[in-house]
Every structure is written in structure tokens, then in C-alpha cells.
């Protein structure tokens, strides 16, 4: 039987191997070296690194749909209770679900409004948001309005008592209406006011 030759690694591959490391070793080095002009970059800009899941940065008009969606269903699941808060008679685990999941989507609510999503645009008769730059001037009044109204939807989910959820359903209210009359540019279609039909027409036209 003749000796097999032996199966050693290749002389090759020691040098392989040491240049690989040396490639390593200088890429961290590199790496590292971007890394921190990138955070320096971005703590200048005040925008978080590249890493995934920055959505703020990277999918704005989704965040905008998300809210918007948010705040549709928000609103189908007053119905039942502004009704409730006019007078009618109302299943108390009707509004109390409601009342829950409007809760709910009121703490997050306030998530969805990263500054690049600030993108309202006073010319168009049907803006993408019509959230208003007011919210990025005062976030901390913007945040304490969403606290309110989600406070007062936890208050309409523990009512014991008819008065008490009636008057938690109407301070709920109270908290949407406030919040997009300070932060939330209304839909108002075109109309004619009494003002533009006692406007004297006359007037801007001299007579010659
Ligand atoms: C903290 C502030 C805040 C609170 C509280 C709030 N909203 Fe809103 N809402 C907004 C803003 C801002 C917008 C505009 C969002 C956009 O266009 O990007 C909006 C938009 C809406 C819209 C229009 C959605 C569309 O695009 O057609 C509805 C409907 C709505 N809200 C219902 C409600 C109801 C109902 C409540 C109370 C249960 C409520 N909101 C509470 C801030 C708020």
C-alpha cells in the first residue's frame, strides 16, 4: 500500500487567510470611520441613522395613510356614541368596545406624526394631510391634546353610570374637536355666504 498524499491545507491558504483578516480588519476600521461621519451627519441633521425600520424616514406617505386610516375608523366609532351623548339610549358594551378601541388608537395616535411627515400644503384644495404645521411648532400641546382624548375615552370605558359616560362621551368629543380646530386644517367646501350676496358688485367695477 502506498502512502496517500498528504491532505495538508495548501501553503495557499495561509496567505488567503492573513490577507482576508488584513481586509477585515481595515473594513471595521472603515467601517467604523463612516459609521461615525454618518452619526455626526445625523446628529446634525437630527435625523437617526439608516438602519431598517426608520419608517419616518423612509415611507412618509404610508405614515400619512396610516393616520388617516386611524383617525376614519376613529371617527365611525363615535357614532354611537355621539348619539349616546345627544340622548339616545345606548347598549353600555356597545360603548364601552368603542370607547376601548378608540382608547387605544388614540395612544398611538401621536406616533404617527414625525417631523417629515409635516407636508401640508396650503394650495391644494385636497391635500395629502391636512395636518398642520402648528403640530411640529407645539408638540407638547399636540401630545397632551391625544393624552386628553384617549383619558377621556379610558373614563367612557369605566362609566358605572349613565351620566358619567354621557359626560365622558361628550368631553371625548369635545377632545377631537379641539384638537383638529387647533392642529387639523377642516374641509371646507366653497359656498356662498350672505356677506358675498350683499356684496356690492357696483363697487369694484368704476363707472364711467
Ligand atoms: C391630538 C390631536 C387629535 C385628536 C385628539 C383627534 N384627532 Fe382626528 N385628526 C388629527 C389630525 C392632525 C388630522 C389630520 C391628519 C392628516 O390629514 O394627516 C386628523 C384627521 C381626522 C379625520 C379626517 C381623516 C381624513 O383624512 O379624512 C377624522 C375623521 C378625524 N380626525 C376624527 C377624529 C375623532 C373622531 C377623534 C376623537 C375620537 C379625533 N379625530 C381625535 C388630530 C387629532
Given at each position: 500500500?502506498?502512502a496517500?498524499?498528504?491532505?495538508a491545507?495548501?501553503?495557499?491558504?495561509?496567505?488567503?487567510?492573513?490577507?482576508?483578516?488584513?481586509?477585515?480588519?481595515?473594513?471595521?476600521?472603515?467601517t467604523?470611520?463612516?459609521?461615525?461621519?454618518?452619526?455626526?451627519?445625523?446628529?446634525?441633521?437630527?435625523?437617526?441613522?439608516?438602519?431598517?425600520?426608520?419608517?419616518?424616514?423612509?415611507?412618509?406617505?404610508?405614515?400619512?395613510?396610516?393616520?388617516?386610516?386611524?383617525?376614519?375608523?376613529?371617527?365611525?366609532?363615535?357614532?354611537?356614541?355621539?348619539?349616546?351623548?345627544?340622548?339616545?339610549?345606548?347598549?353600555?358594551e356597545t360603548?364601552?368596545?368603542?370607547?376601548?378601541?378608540?382608547?387605544?388608537?388614540?395612544l398611538?395616535?401621536?406616533?404617527?406624526?414625525?417631523?417629515?411627515?409635516?407636508?401640508?400644503?396650503?394650495?391644494?384644495?385636497?391635500?395629502?394631510?391636512?395636518?398642520l404645521?402648528?403640530?411640529?411648532?407645539?408638540?407638547?400641546?399636540?401630545?397632551?391634546?391625544a393624552?386628553?382624548?384617549?383619558?377621556?375615552?379610558?373614563?367612557?370605558?369605566?362609566?358605572?353610570?349613565?351620566?358619567?359616560?354621557?359626560a365622558?362621551?361628550l368631553?371625548?368629543?369635545?377632545?377631537?374637536?379641539g384638537?383638529?380646530s387647533?392642529?387639523?386644517?377642516?374641509?371646507t367646501?366653497?359656498?356662498v355666504?350672505?356677506?358675498?350676496?350683499?356684496?356690492?358688485?357696483?363697487?369694484v367695477?368704476?363707472?364711467?
Amino acid at each position: 500500500m502506498h502512502a496517500q498524499p498528504s491532505t495538508a491545507a495548501p501553503a495557499s491558504r495561509v496567505p488567503t487567510l492573513g490577507a482576508r483578516s488584513i481586509g477585515r480588519t481595515s473594513r471595521a476600521a472603515l467601517t467604523a470611520v463612516v459609521l461615525t461621519l454618518a452619526s455626526a451627519a445625523a446628529g446634525q441633521e437630527g435625523l437617526p441613522g439608516d438602519a431598517p425600520g426608520w419608517t419616518g424616514l423612509t415611507e412618509v406617505d404610508e405614515i400619512i395613510e396610516a393616520r388617516r386610516v386611524l383617525m376614519i375608523r376613529t371617527e365611525e366609532l363615535m357614532l354611537p356614541i355621539d348619539a349616546f351623548a345627544a340622548g339616545a339610549e345606548a347598549e353600555s358594551e356597545t360603548l364601552r368596545a368603542a370607547a376601548e378601541s378608540i382608547e387605544a388608537m388614540l395612544l398611538a395616535l401621536p406616533h404617527l406624526f414625525p417631523p417629515t411627515t409635516n407636508r401640508y400644503d396650503p394650495d391644494v384644495l385636497e391635500p395629502e394631510t391636512r395636518a398642520l404645521p402648528e403640530i411640529w411648532r407645539d408638540f407638547a400641546a399636540f401630545r397632551a391634546m391625544a393624552t386628553a382624548a384617549e383619558e377621556a375615552a379610558a373614563a367612557l370605558a369605566d362609566a358605572e353610570d349613565e351620566p358619567t359616560g354621557r359626560a365622558a362621551a361628550l368631553r371625548l368629543r369635545g377632545t377631537c374637536d379641539g384638537c383638529h380646530s387647533r392642529f387639523a386644517k377642516p374641509y371646507t367646501p366653497p359656498k356662498v355666504t350672505e356677506e358675498d350676496l350683499d356684496f356690492d358688485f357696483d363697487s369694484v367695477f368704476p363707472d364711467d
